[in-house]
Structure formats: C-alpha cells, structure tokens
C-alpha cells in the first residue's frame, strides 16, 4: 500500500501541484516554501489518508483525511488545534482546512486538514535512550514536564482520547513538546491517559513527597497555567465550542477542579 501511495502522487506531482502546495502553505501559514516531495506518512490508524509534505526549509506539514472512523474527526482535529492555538498550548501545531487537494485520488471533493508539523519533532515513544534520559532526570527535564502539564491539562480540558505516547512529539534541539492527533475529542477527560508521563518523573520520589516532589511540582505547574488561561479565555473558548453542533454544550468536569486533587489523583497510579 505505501509503495502504491508514493507512486501515485509521485507521479502526479506536475509543478502546478507544487504550486498550488506551496500556495496553500503561505496563505494559512505565512511561510514560503519549496516543496520536496509529497510522500505517505505510513504510520497511524488513519495512514490511508495522511500524507507528509517535505520542504527544503526542512519544515513538513501533514495533509490529513481521518478515515478510522471517528465521528466529526476531522472537525474536531481542527477544532482542537484552533483552541490550543487560541490558549497559547506549549508549541500547538496549528490546523489549516483546504478542498482543493485533487491530486490525491483519496482527497478529490473532500475537505482535508492540513498541520505545520512541530519541527525537528520525534514521537515520544521514539525517543533514544538519550534523549529519554535528558528529559526525565537532565537539563531537559523541567522544560519537559512544564510542557507536558500544560497539554496535560488542555486534553482533560476537552476530553482528548487516544493519548499514547505516538500522540506526543518532542524537539529535543529546541526542547520542544506538542500533543497531536487530537481528532478524538470532546469526550469524558481520563487521567489514565496520561499515566505514561510517570515514567518521565523519578518515582520513589513522587510516591513518597507527592505534590512537595520537584518533579510532580513541575507538572503541577504547567497544569495550572493553562488552567489558568482557560478560565482566562472562558468567553472565547465557549465561542468556539458553541459554534458547531458536534462541541455545543460540551463541558468538561476538569474545569472546576483544583490542580491540586488532580495530582493527587494522577498519583494514585504510583501505588
Ligand atoms: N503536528 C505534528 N508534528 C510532528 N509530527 C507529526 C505531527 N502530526 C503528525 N505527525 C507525525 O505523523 C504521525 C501520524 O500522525 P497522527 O498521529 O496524526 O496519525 P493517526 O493515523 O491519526 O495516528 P493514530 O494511530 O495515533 O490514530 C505521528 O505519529 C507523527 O510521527
Ligand atoms: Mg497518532
């Protein structure tokens, strides 16, 4: 399938299609781009229509159609980009929609999202050894874990599921975090989500100083500045939510309650 994939765009590159990218990428995100190629990204449940645009700047940006299934996925991508754009979310990928991409067979007629990509970015679970030991006990670790409880807090915030460590991609150069693929949203917020973060704090510590651990003190902190800026941008976050059917109305329970319970029940998982 992959194999297909390429041919089938490579082969359909003229340079008008390039334009027409290239277009595209300056009118939503102001950057003027030269594009490499356009290749299949490979991976992922939706990998049948998600296609990776690779630019000489050495930027790349996602050409994404969900086809796992979601209800309102691909609205709900775009959506939950707009509010973490809006929230100021540590380095939020922002979402662009267009329907003119025709030269993927798959996206003829269709609306597509389309994600400037967080630069110099690896999922999560890919990290190497290193780059795992310098964000959970090196230089690199605070920084990590501020990220990490802000988008933390911005996925309980509107009920983000699916969020494995693949959904989690880190610049190590720029020390840089972002939560993606958030197309599986606006459901009930579950901590057990994020239970993996653990695994970046030194344990014996959170489980006996809990909240008084630096550590946990570091997600803590990021929990509460964007709980803060929710409340913040309350008016203009319902805005947002009250402008499609399928977010209407959607409240989450995590915006009434203190960072402190949170944590302390995120810690439970410790044992
Ligand atoms: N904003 C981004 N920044 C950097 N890399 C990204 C971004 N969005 C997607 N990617 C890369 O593309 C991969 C697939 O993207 P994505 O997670 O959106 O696809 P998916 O098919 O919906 O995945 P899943 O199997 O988790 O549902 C990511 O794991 C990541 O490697
Ligand atoms: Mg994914």
């Not at 020390?175 to 993606?180: D, E, N, P, R, V």
């Not at 057990?192 to 704090?201: F, G, I, Q, R, S």
């Amino acid at each position: 399938m992959p194999l297909r994939g390429v041919l089938t765009v490579q082969m359909a590159m003229p340079s008008e299609v390039l334009a027409q990218i290239s277009d595209l990428l300056l009118t939503h995100f102001g950057n003027r781009e030269t594009i490499l190629s356009v290749d299949p990204v490979g991976e992922g449940a939706n990998a049948r229509g998600h296609f990776v645009v690779n630019a000489a700047s050495g930027n790349h940006y996602g050409l994404k159609l969900p086809v796992r299934g979601v209800p309102f996925g691909l609205e709900k991508e775009h959506l939950m980009a707009t509010l973490a754009c809006t929230l100021d979310a540590p380095n939020a990928c922002p979402v662009a929609q267009t329907d003119r991409l025709d030269f993927i067979d798959l996206f003829r007629g269709k609306t597509v999202n389309v994600t400037h990509w967080l630069a110099g970015s690896k999922q999560v679970r890919q990290l190497s050894e290193e780059e795992r030991r310098l964000v959970r006990s090196g230089p690199d670790s605070t920084v990590f874990r501020n990220q990490a409880g802000e988008w933390m807090a911005f996925g309980l915030l509107f009920g983000i599921g699916d969020r494995h460590p693949g959904n989690w991609v880190w610049a190590p150069a720029e020390k840089k975090l972002a939560m993606i693929d958030m197309e599986q949203s606006l459901e009930q917020g579950e901590l057990a989500h994020y239970t993996w973060l653990l695994d970046y704090v030194e344990r014996e510590n959170a489980r006996t100083l809990k909240l008084k651990s630096a550590e946990i003190r570091d997600l803590y902190d990021g929990y509460s500045q964007m709980l803060a800026k929710h409340a913040a941008q309350k008016s203009m976050v319902e805005g947002l939510l009250e402008a499609n059917d399928f977010s209407k109305g959607f409240k989450s329970a995590y915006a009434e309650r203190a960072p402190e319970e949170v944590l302390s029940n995120f810690l439970l998982a410790l044992g």
